[in-house]
């Protein structure tokens, strides 16, 4: 087992000279349906395996998510560990290297036993048949909006809503708003290949962030009175801000805990059942301050911020309002999902 990041070959281009940063969103589509249309799969317990690594906030979105709405018995969980190579997620932390159900080394190999000439990136999330070791769906969007609609006969009893029909039409243009100005924006800083790409996303960024501040002043969750997904989606960025993004993506204007209503309202998240339990600092900034060889070449993986912050008392209960409404939070998280770094 291979537990040291700098052991790792990795690197990989993420930026280019003279060039803002592009997102290629050509995802794998295949969705996973109560009454799956033409190429689609069936929702059945126990067919698929979601790969999902901690450090990657795409893929913790899908991890929170399967907590919050207890699925954890119904769909299995591998999580590749923070650092990979130019080809693919690896599963070194587990024994041997190879993760226990497929039986693979690489997440590449479930893309290509689907499609032996895949050449896009390898990315988690990804739902894996178990049977076929056949990669389903990469597309972490459309993904956990399934697992709350598709996957409802599954979740547990006192899940929460997290995409109420009443708020979707709101909630869509919220969620499309923080993807493109905030989840996205914090990468089109860091990968910026110019002075005037950077500044631009720079400007962007930091406008969306204030327009964030000011909707959670008066408001416990973004929302209204109990999570959603927009939360979740918002949640993993604002995680991430100080260990990372501040200093290795040069988004600098402000730390989060420089935001005091961002700041409250991510540690009311952190403290709530299924988000902060979800969360291993370490792996986070394995993850980007070792794989990203263009922006950090010696790999120097920073000891701080203390993250020991985020327990500190948010104060947001003066709100009102319950992050699970009606509902109940998950369950501890089980011992063998446990973060080998917790800090909650």
């Given at each position: 087992?291979?537990?040291?990041?700098?052991?790792?070959?990795?690197?990989?281009?993420?930026?280019?000279?003279?060039?803002?940063?592009?997102?290629?969103?050509?995802?794998?589509?295949?969705?996973?349906?109560?009454?799956?249309?033409?190429?689609?799969?069936?929702?059945?317990?126990?067919?698929?395996?979601?790969?999902?690594?901690?450090?990657?906030?795409?893929?913790?979105?899908?991890?929170?998510?399967?907590?919050?709405?207890?699925?954890?018995?119904?769909?299995?969980?591998?999580?590749?560990?923070?650092?990979?190579?130019?080809?693919?997620?690896?599963?070194?932390?587990?024994e041997g290297g190879v993760d226990p159900v497929l039986g693979i080394h690489r997440l590449k190999d479930a893309y290509l036993a689907r499609f032996p000439e895949y050449t896009?990136?390898?990315?988690?999330?990804?739902?894996?048949?178990?049977?076929?070791?056949?990669?389903?769906?990469?597309?972490?969007?459309?993904?956990?909006?399934?697992?709350?609609?598709?996957?409802?006969?599954?979740?547990?009893?006192?899940?929460?809503?997290?995409?109420?029909?009443?708020?979707?039409?709101?909630?869509?243009?919220?969620?499309?708003?923080?993807?493109?100005?905030?989840?996205?924006?914090?990468?089109?800083?860091?990968?910026?290949?110019?002075?005037?790409?950077?500044?631009?996303?720079?400007?962007?960024?930091?406008?969306?962030?204030?327009?964030?501040?000011?909707?959670?002043?008066?408001?416990?969750?973004?929302?209204?009175?109990?999570?959603?997904?927009?939360?979740?989606?918002?949640?993993?960025?604002?995680?991430?801000?100080?260990?990372?993004?501040h200093g290795h993506f040069k988004c600098n204007r402000s730390k989060l805990s420089e935001m005091p209503v961002l700041w409250a309202y991510a540690r009311d998240l952190f403290q709530t059942p299924g988000f902060g339990?979800?969360?291993?600092?370490?792996?986070?900034?394995?993850?980007?301050?070792?794989?990203?060889?263009?922006?950090?070449?010696?790999?120097?993986?920073?000891?701080?911020?203390?993250?020991?912050?985020?327990?500190?008392?948010?104060?947001?209960?003066?709100?009102?309002?319950?992050?699970?409404?009606?509902?109940?939070?998950?369950?501890?998280?089980?011992?063998?999902?446990?973060?080998?770094?917790?800090?909650?």
């Amino acid at each position: 087992m291979n537990n040291s990041p700098q052991e790792h070959t990795t690197g990989g281009q993420y930026s280019s000279k003279g060039k803002a940063f592009e997102r290629d969103t050509q995802y794998i589509t295949t969705r996973v349906c109560r009454e799956p249309g033409e190429g689609d799969r069936p929702v059945e317990a126990g067919r698929y395996r979601l790969v999902a690594a901690r450090a990657c906030p795409w893929a913790n979105r899908t991890l929170i998510v399967r907590r919050l709405l207890g699925l954890e018995d119904v769909l299995s969980v591998g999580m590749p560990g923070p650092v990979h190579d130019a080809e693919s997620w690896t599963f070194d932390l587990d024994e041997g290297g190879v993760d226990p159900v497929l039986g693979i080394h690489r997440l590449k190999d479930a893309y290509l036993a689907r499609f032996p000439e895949y050449t896009r990136g390898i990315t988690v999330p990804a739902l894996v048949e178990v049977a076929t070791g056949e990669v389903v769906t990469n597309d972490y969007a459309q993904m956990t909006l399934d697992f709350s609609s598709e996957w409802a006969e599954f979740h547990r009893d006192g899940a929460p809503d997290l995409y109420p029909e009443a708020l979707r039409a709101e909630m869509d243009e919220v969620m499309q708003r923080i993807y493109t100005e905030v989840n996205n924006g914090v990468y089109r800083c860091g990968f910026a290949g110019s002075q005037e790409a950077y500044d631009a996303a720079y400007d962007r960024l930091f406008a969306a962030l204030d327009w964030l501040e000011e909707r959670l002043a008066d408001r416990r969750f973004l929302m209204g009175d109990t999570i959603t997904e927009a939360d979740v989606r918002l949640f993993t960025t604002l995680v991430r801000f100080d260990a990372v993004y501040h200093g290795h993506f040069k988004c600098n204007r402000s730390k989060l805990s420089e935001m005091p209503v961002l700041w409250a309202y991510a540690r009311d998240l952190f403290q709530t059942p299924g988000f902060g339990d979800t969360i291993d600092f370490e792996q986070i900034k394995q993850h980007y301050y070792v794989v990203h060889t263009d922006l950090n070449p010696l790999q120097i993986v920073p000891k701080g911020p203390d993250a020991a912050a985020w327990l500190t008392p948010h104060g947001r209960e003066s709100l009102g309002g319950r992050p699970f409404g009606d509902g109940t939070p998950p369950a501890p998280v089980r011992p063998q999902e446990r973060s080998p770094h917790p800090a909650i």
